[in-house]
């Protein structure tokens, strides 16, 4: 049977139950959004003369909550206009209206029998097939479902979306003791393909894979630190992004995500989790137990394991309990990863230090070792789903066994004997088959070990996937040092960036064109994506500095040639180009993806023209495309200034879209050309798909544009009455007002003294120009330094 998600109805509009709604809003599909009915009216509403009796009281909690979360900072929408896709109301009045859903969730209060009074409820209106799932985060999905109907049980399973559904990508699914595995089938591919979702079938244990796992993670810490007397700095550095985990590491993440949260689950584990060999682990220690009897409880209480007071951030002694001032912390093991760029390439280097650092990795990954290993086959048969469950779920870069392979599968169980711990029989059986790692790559697919049938088994549903890791070698047409250019198949080419945050240096231009080179010679097209955190960061600022600071002028200037005929080449090739943001896509990144043929952007694009921020203007042919697409929608009888001006204030307030769906806003993106997909593991596949496409429908090299229309004077006489009122208004600095006063010269065509049509070579010159004189001031090469050394935009 084809099933179609039309209409969803949620029931339950807090944090988690508002921010699911969201996302089912983000990707189309019509929302029904339900709570209780408030109990009192609010002195307000009394004032106001509202009544029990009308909706503005009745749905009052629902619309709350969700005006609650659609303003919180990060949106959980891709963009605002995406809210009128939820319709709101109560349970007593419009329960009935979910007869029209194809999907019912369940995201009430973490109570079974409220849970198992809701079901009651929904079965009276539910029509026979609709799919019915709930959100819990620990409560056993065979309670759930007890004494309702044949074809709800066959239809109901847990969803448990990660916290926020927008960002965090697992999406664990857990059957019923009835529920048809059909069911199970269709929400793991939906998942996947709509909501972009890492789609894992989970066993209906405690916590399910990512909780359990996570929390054990979590806990384990707490009582190591204690035992190695580490402070909250230390563990911090040593926990975040050297190891490939996010910035918030592990107390920050705490204290975001809610101390109380934490203590929930790992109650709910130390209750029901009797024979876990690590089941002391999950008691609290000390301090976490005084923390939460002072409600400190992190950033929803104003302090937690980190306290800001006036300008400073306090940390939390563990020892004390008393705030003091942060101490850096510095390890001579983390020294030594500094020259290795992928985090797991360092766990072999860290392990092997003499100091408390390495110490301390030996012994957390001893304990994770062992404990994933032993929760085979209790929280799921493959391990592979527990590393899709602890990257997609904790942000970690690799997984556990991706990690354990990482060091040798024999120098884990090495590491895990020394604590005293035990490893799961399976992996020495493992070892004696002759497999002597978790995962393999074969044939541009990853396997992984089967416990039941002892070989490598490759792992499903990669064949919609294009993964770069798996095929950089076998695919490699030609590299450098900073791009691959690999054959995806089917005659296009792909060019990947590797250089530092992918930033656009040298190498990256060389291999750009030695793409374009070789795709028109013998291939059929091109695609520009990588598998990066971000697409590209821009320009190689250091490179700029340099050239700018010993002011070797003429060398500077052939560089910024160079890139804008590399970005002018990527439109004007004979071949089509397609371009797949993702992540930050900042300046140069993003002219070049304003080039290409079609952009395939992924949703979570962070799109803009940045230069602003290190005083400079685009300078990579993105100040002339900007006042070209302004051209291009230039109406008879439309006030043209307005239309320039919109694209002017892109660049001079360095705009950055917070979605691919906002770059359509700014005018980046392109409607009924350019195209989003929800799941970045997709993006190259469709990339890949779209240049196909081009290709076979017969491509034709497009011709040089020599018709954009300036609006000289008028145009640069407006600008410049702007931004001498918004320096006398002291909105701008006076170095601001330069910079936006050559930007201004620029999308002006210059100070023609009426409106003319030019070439696009005319304005590249003009915008080189600018961007060079910049490059000889010093407030100019103060904002690049001052960038480069802290990461920071300088106001000067």
Known sequence: MKRIINKVAVIGSGIMGSGIACHFANIGVEVLLLDIVPR????????????KESKIFRNRLVNDHLTTSIKSKPSPLYHASFASRITTGNIEDDLSKIKDADWIIEVVVERLDIKQKVFEQIEKHRKPGTLITSNTSGIPIHFMSEGRSEDFQKHFCGTHFFNPPRYLKLFEIIPGPKTDPEVISFLNAYGEKFLGKTSVAAKDTPAFIGNRVGIYGIQSLFHLVKEMGLTVEEVDKLTGPVIGRPKSATFRTVDVVGLDTLVHVANGLYENCPKDEAHELF?????????????????????GFYKKEGKDILVLDLNTLEYRAQKKASFATLELTKTIDAPIDRFKVLIGGKDKAAEFYRK?????????????????DELYKIDDAMKAGFGWENGPFEIWDAIGV????????????????????????????????????????????????????QDAFIILDNIRESKKVWSNSDSVIQHLGDGILNVEFRSKMNTLGGGVIQGINKAIDLAEKEYEGLVIGNQGPNFSVGANLAMVFMMAAEQDYDELNMAIKTFQDTVMRVRYSSIPVVIAPHG????????????????VAAAETYIGLVEFGVGLIPGGCGSKEMALRASDLFRKNDVELNVLQEYFLTIAMAKVSTSAYEAYD?????????????????????????????AEAGYTKPILRKDVKVLGKQALGMFLVGTDSMEAGHYISEYDQKIANKLAYVMAGGDLSEPTLVSEQYLLDIEREAFLSLCTERKTLERIEHMLKTGKPLRN
Request: proline letters at 3%; aromatic letters at 8%.
């Open 666 to 694: 700014l005018g980046i993106l392109q409607k009924g050309k350019d195209t989003v997909v929800v799941n970045r593991n997709r993006q190259l596949a469709e990339a890949k798909k779209q240049a196909l496409l081009l």
């Open 410 to 461: 024999e120098k884990g169980i090495e590491l895990i004997k020394a604590e005293g711990l035990s490893v799961a029989k399976w992996v020495e059986d493992m070892l004696a088959s002759g497999n002597k790692s978790f995962y393999q790559v074969k044939e541009g697919a990853t396997y992984f070990f089967d416990i039941p049938s002892k070989k490598q088994t490759k792992i499903p549903g």
């Open 40 to 51: 009192e009216l609010t002195p307000l509403e009394e004032k106001k003369g509202i009544t």
């Open 364 to 380: 957390n990954l001893a304990g994770l070792f062992a404990y994933v290993s032993n929760r085979i086959p209790e929280i799921s």
């Open 283 to 303: 008691k609290l220690p000390d301090f976490i137990s005084k923390m939460m009897d002072n409600n400190w409880l992190g950033s929803k209480t104003g302090q």
């Open 584 to 599: 930050m896509t900042f300046g140069g990144g993003c002219e070049l993806t304003l080039h290409a043929d079609k952009v």
